[in-house]
């Protein structure tokens, strides 16, 4: 058992790390005609391989994580719809989120889309920037295998944490310096 370290992501790093998700995927010649995002942390993934693509993006909410810092995985819960402009969901569906860690939530997600999709659906692949060697569940495409399990820190965590009033107090601080 190897020592699990954390990894922290900058903005930078995470939007490159997008990019190439977004070359890997057209790399692979295979065409989709939807993106479904797992919110929350497959929010800025989807949004952005929406625009890349031009093609419709749909909005899962999903929940499994709790506890300070949100590092303890619960039970996984599903909205009770998705969120979209088109009135059914396309036949080729890219199921994005940021990562894979246990594989539960995109393992149990394909069968959710197949039943409250009112049309077949073809197919659908995954998509993922980190990939955990502890995942039950292999993405069909991923930027970073990780064999360690690392924690990833990504650069909107901080958000997490703060307040309305700790912010405004930040950015009334920072007006007062100027």
């Given at each position: 058992?190897?020592?699990?370290?954390?990894?922290?992501?900058?903005?930078?790093?995470?939007?490159?790390?997008?990019?190439?998700?977004?070359?890997?995927?057209?790399?692979?010649?295979?065409?989709?005609?939807?993106?479904?995002?797992?919110?929350?942390?497959?929010?800025?993934?989807?949004?952005?391989?929406?625009?890349?693509?031009?093609?419709?993006?749909?909005?899962?909410?999903?929940?499994?994580?709790?506890?300070?810092?949100k590092q303890e995985r619960g039970e996984l819960t599903f909205a009770h719809h998705l969120t979209m402009t088109r009135e059914h969901l396309g036949s080729q569906i890219?199921?994005?989120?940021?990562?894979?860690?246990?594989?539960?939530?995109?393992?149990?997600?394909?069968?959710?889309?197949?039943?409250?999709?009112?049309?077949?659906?073809?197919?659908?692949?995954?998509?993922?920037?980190?990939?955990?060697?502890?995942?039950?569940?292999?993405?069909?495409?991923?930027?970073?295998?990780?064999?360690?399990?690392?924690?990833?820190?990504?650069?909107?965590?901080?958000?997490?944490?703060?307040?309305?009033?700790?912010?405004?107090?930040?950015?009334?601080?920072?007006?007062?310096?100027?």
């Amino acid at each position: 058992m190897s020592l699990m370290l954390d990894l922290d992501i900058s903005w930078s790093d995470y939007h490159q790390k997008i990019e190439q998700l977004a070359v890997q995927i057209y790399e692979s010649g295979w065409e989709f005609n939807q993106i479904v995002c797992l919110a929350r942390g497959g929010l800025r993934v989807g949004d952005m391989l929406s625009r890349i693509y031009n093609q419709p993006l749909a909005i899962l909410a999903t929940s499994s994580y709790s506890g300070a810092g949100k590092q303890e995985r619960g039970e996984l819960t599903f909205a009770h719809h998705l969120t979209m402009t088109r009135e059914h969901l396309g036949s080729q569906i890219l199921l994005v989120d940021d990562l894979v860690d246990s594989g539960v939530t995109l393992q149990k997600t394909i069968p959710w889309l197949h039943e409250y999709s009112h049309i077949p659906i073809q197919e659908i692949r995954t998509a993922v920037i980190w990939y955990k060697a502890c995942s039950v569940f292999t993405p069909d495409y991923h930027v970073d295998y990780l064999p360690d399990n690392p924690w990833i820190h990504q650069p909107f965590e901080p958000y997490e944490l703060i307040s309305p009033q700790e912010l405004t107090m930040k950015w009334k601080n920072e007006k007062v310096k100027e």
